[in-house]
């Protein structure tokens, strides 16, 4: 099968951690990756911003990255590039018109409108996931929320003209419910986690205390590291190290790190507290493993990567239980839960946790066979095939056919 991705502001090529560097990129790089292995033809469309980027770039992975030009060849931030959908959508146009693929599948809400377009007029089904709804966004941030105005309008519009809506977890079903698509064009398929890096077995990053919590995530408010922070208070002989934003000689730019280096100071715990910055994937598997716990403490989150990259690791994982967390994390079993916002709750969850080095240890296996049977990239990618076929009838014969 021809498949073209579009993911217009989550390049798989870029550095993870940034402002709107994180999740949807792996998400889009892995599932590629996996599609390939699968013996399909998979292409990504991603805005170009930068004057130096190839035009195409082919990923030892196999797939193809096209940086497709549409508004200033520079970084511009996600909730800016709604007057530029228009250009990126004509140019997808124009690629399919020469090339069509069996079908496309959009990334975020602005690629659906890139992408609604382009299939609209070179008659080429389309499957969109939404990776994160306006209507939540704007439920959890009020008006913090930097989206465009109609981006709840648009995503109706969207949902209604994709062949099929994608969703990442249980959550997002009763979400897209509520914007009007029906329960039968949906279907659920999570985000995976690459089991060949992130496994127990490996280099150990070296720590500084008796207990070690780690969050990872883009330096943005949403995600909660307040909290964390907030919680640390209460845990003697314990270090919090932060992963995300800029490169560290950067973060003192960074104005959320600037707010939580304020309240870290603030609560007297600045010297228990590591910020840092932008790691590698290459190293990250050995800083979860010197975890005790990995604590993901968002207000909200539509899925989820680093619970399920912690698990894999044999880490157990003390998250909040808002969108795709309840689904990944098991209470009692993989990990515990706690309610958004509540430091306290959360101290009471880590210190249970940090005193039972058993418990930990059976966590941690626990999370690492629901992992292997769950969430590897084949078996995503597999998934995600079948919600394509949906959409290609003359696939789903040939596919019996076999």
Same mark, same amino acid.
């Given at each position: =099968? ?28 892995? &599932? ?21 980027? %190839?035009? /195409? ?15 200033? %060849? ?35 809400? =602005?690629?659906? +409108? ?39 309008? &648009? ?84 270090? &919090? ?9 950067? +973060?003192?730019?960074? !104005? ?6 304020? &309240? ?19 190293? =990250? !598997? ?11 403490? %968002? ?7 680093? %619970? +399920? ?6 880490? !157990? ?13 098991? /209470? ?67 596919? /019996?056919?076999?």
């Amino acid at each position: =099968m021809k498949i073209a991705m579009v993911s217009e502001h989550a390049n798989p090529l870029a550095a993870l951690g940034e402002a709107d560097a994180g999740g949807q990129n792996v998400h889009v790089a892995e &599932l590629s990756a996996a599609l390939v292995r699968a013996g399909h033809e998979v292409t990504v469309h991603t805005r170009r911003d930068s004057t130096r980027e %190839p035009a /195409e770039v082919r990923t030892p992975q196999g797939y193809r990255v096209v940086h497709v030009p549409a508004g200033p %060849p520079c970084r511009v931030p996600k909730d800016e590039l709604l007057p530029h959908m228009g250009e990126f959508g004509s140019r997808l146009r124009d690629h399919w018109a020469a090339d069509r693929p069996d079908v496309a599948h959009a990334h975020f809400w =602005m690629s659906g +409108l890139a992408t609604a377009l382009a299939a609209g007029e070179t008659g080429t089904p389309f499957a969109q996931t939404f990776h994160a709804l306006g209507v939540v966004k704007k439920r959890h941030q009020g008006f913090h929320d930097t989206s465009p105005a109609d981006r709840n309008r &648009l995503e109706r519009i969207i949902a209604r003209q994709a062949g099929r809506v994608i969703a990442t977890c249980s959550d997002e079903v009763f979400e897209l419910s509520r914007l009007g698509v029906p329960r039968g064009r949906v279907s659920v398929v999570p985000c995976g986690v690459d089991l060949a890096r992130f496994t127990p077995r490996g280099p150990i990053a070296l720590r500084r205390a008796r207990h070690r919590l780690v969050a990872v995530g883009r330096l943005v408010p949403r995600k909660g590291f307040d909290t964390a922070i907030t919680a640390l208070a209460q845990l003697p002989d314990t270090e &919090l190290v932060v992963v995300g934003g800029p490169e560290r000689g950067r +973060l003192a730019q960074d !104005p959320e790190a600037r707010r939580l280096r304020a &309240l870290a100071d603030h609560l007297g715990v600045a010297r228990r507290v590591r910020f840092a910055g932008q790691v590698s994937r290459e190293n =990250m !598997p050995a800083l979860l493993r010197s975890a005790d716990v990995v604590v993901c403490t %968002p207000w909200y989150e539509p899925f989820g990567i680093v %619970p +399920l990259e912690a698990m894999a690791c044999g880490v !157990p994982v003390v998250a909040t239980a808002v969108g795709g967390l309840t689904d990944t994390v098991v /209470e009692g079993i993989t990990g515990l839960l706690v309610r958004p916002n509540q430091p306290k709750e959360l101290v009471a969850r880590l210190r249970r946790l940090l005193g039972d080095v058993a418990l930990r240890h059976v966590y941690g296996a626990a999370g690492r066979d629901r992992a292997e049977v769950r969430y590897s990239w084949d078996r995503v990618a597999a998934d995600t095939l079948r919600a394509y076929l949906q959409l290609v009838p003359e696939r789903v014969e040939t596919a /019996e056919a076999r």
